[in-house]
């Protein structure tokens, strides 16, 4: 029988193809970074948060850019990417929120300018303060949280934040400023996480007493994507609950016996 060569190696390197994509879609990115085209604060100090946590193994994405099959997004709208940050969470918030109440993971975080009060996600909003009212203190709210582990509980900065959030009950709020405004908080929904943020970039925060902002930042985009929902409690009956299935109970063995 004679051999087809030219078409034998053909197909064969038409396996080899689809093997070698198949393993570059299955080591994609599972973490994503998206901002503008500009890093906020034109720092780069984000970038070396996401390598902290996530060594290689994340993209820099920009608005408008897909994220669905990202396991974590984090967005950072700070100082003059905020506008176009806002301009994004109104024209996409509905996907969002979709993606988080699917499985998603998401990070936003903002200390903006040249804005007000704008909508974030599931009812939370973010508020621009004044100069003069942003705070330069941060303080944990439970101290004792792996969120905080190796970061400290206490930081300063100029400024720390220059949001505070308002959050539904929802949310757990997690940092608080020296004003005891909410400035980090996050929340489960569906089957994913979020947490909130109106702190500035890293470049500005100082530690306290041996704390250490860099840190908080690598393991706030950690927490986002590890957090895990409290197991949900069965409610232990009432007594007189027990007396209502005993009677039940021994109506349904007096009906057998008379029927015996």
């Known amino acids: 029988m004679k051999i087809k060569w030219g078409a034998a190696v053909g197909r ?21 970074y998206l901002t503008g085209a500009s890093e906020p604060w ?13 060594g290689d193994d994340w993209d820099r994405l920009q608005y408008g850019d897909s994220f669905n099959s990202h396991a974590l997004l984090y967005i950072d709208g700070g100082e003059f990417t905020s506008t176009e940050m806002v301009n994004y969470l109104g024209t996409n918030r509905g996907l969002l929120e979709d993606y988080v109440v699917g499985g998603g993971r998401l990070f936003i975080n903002a200390a903006t300018e040249f804005q007000s009060t704008f909508e974030l996600v599931f009812g939370a909003t973010s508020t621009e303060l004044r100069n003069e009212d942003r705070s330069y203190a941060a303080t944990a709210v439970d101290p004792t949280s792996e969120l905080f582990e190796g970061a400290g509980n206490q930081w300063k900065g100029y400024h720390f934040s220059d949001n505070s959030l308002s959050v539904p009950d929802t949310f757990s709020t997690l940092i608080v400023d020296g004003a005891g405004r909410t400035v980090l ?34 393991n706030e985009l950690r927490y986002t994507l590890n957090a895990t929902s409290p197991p949900v409690e069965s409610p232990i009956p009432e007594p007189g609950m027990y007396l209502m299935m005993l009677l039940g109970l021994a109506g349904v063995v007096l009906g057998v016996w008379r029927r015996a």
């Not at 929340?187 to 530690?207: C, D, P, R, S």
Request: hydrophobic share 45%; net charge negative; proline share 1%.
């Open 42 to 54: 034109e720092d780069y100090s984000n970038q070396t948060a996401m390598s902290a946590a996530f």
């Open 185 to 218: 908080s996050g929340g489960f929904f569906g089957k994913g996480y979020v947490m909130l943020g109106a702190q500035t970039n890293t470049i500005w925060h100082e530690g306290v007493n041996g704390s250490d902002p860099a840190q908080l930042r690598v």
């Open 12 to 32: 064969l390197a038409g396996i080899v193809l689809a093997a070698c994509a198949s393993l570059g879609s299955a080591h994609a990115a599972q973490h994503a």
